[in-house]
């Protein structure tokens, strides 16, 4: 799992676009995320940087996602339950959106989780390889998506949202063509 959201220099460097630019709501420069990336656009710049390295890199699971995150923990957040600490770790609605910094912020600003991996709370909302749908109702390990749908998952939260949207286990979904300010994506390694 990618240590931090894919950037805007790595996109650039890969891809040799900006769809970010001119947008609102978005500071340019190479360690800001890569955001206004539809799903699509982050499994294109997967396979392209697949191609240019001849390594596989893909989108994580649903649940690779919410399994990095934890950090080997069971709490609300990676760090625990208690919303205090939250600004220590995370890009959210009071450190960002409040102090009229209504933008996503250079990638690992804050501290990491258990796993040494940085925002995954806050900062973008990031995409993942599976489609939207219903947890199985008993317990299962790794589950997969479905294998069809209308809608991609997201996970993390982003700075527009408040401690409950930036949750280890808050889902979201959203149809895979949708672009905006604060959904972008991080990679795995095969």
């Known amino acids: 799992m990618g240590r931090t959201e ?8 890969v891809m040799g676009t900006e769809p970010w630019k001119a947008e609102d709501y978005v500071r340019e420069g190479d360690d800001y995320p890569a955001v206004y990336v539809s799903w699509a656009d982050a499994v294109a710049f997967c396979k ?9 890199y893909r989108l994580p699971t649903e649940a690779e996602w919410e399994s990095a995150c934890r950090g080997g923990t069971r709490t609300a957040f990676s760090f625990g339950d208690d919303e205090a600490d939250l600004e220590k770790y995370a890009w959210f609605f009071a450190n ?8 996503a ?5 804050k501290l990491p989780n258990p796993f040494g991996l940085y ?10 390889s ?12 790794d589950p ?22 930036v949750r280890c286990a808050l889902r979201n979904s959203i149809t895979p ?9 991080r990679l795995v390694l095969e």
């Open 144 to 165: 997969q998506g479905p294998d069809s749908g209308s809608f991609r998952v997201l996970r993390g939260g982003s700075w527009v949202g408040g401690p409950n949207l």
């Open 96 to 103: 960002a959106y409040k102090t009229k910094e209504k933008y």
């Open 119 to 128: 925002d995954m709370h806050g900062n973008v909302w990031e995409w993942c």
């Open 105 to 109: 912020h250079r990638v690992a600003q």
């Open 6 to 13: 894919v950037t805007q220099g790595q996109w650039k460097k």
């Open 177 to 185: 063509e949708y672009r905006v300010f604060n959904y972008g994506f």
């Open 48 to 56: 392209t940087l697949s191609d240019m390295e001849g390594r596989t």
């Open 130 to 141: 599976d489609w939207f749908g219903d947890y199985p109702s008993s317990p299962f390990r």
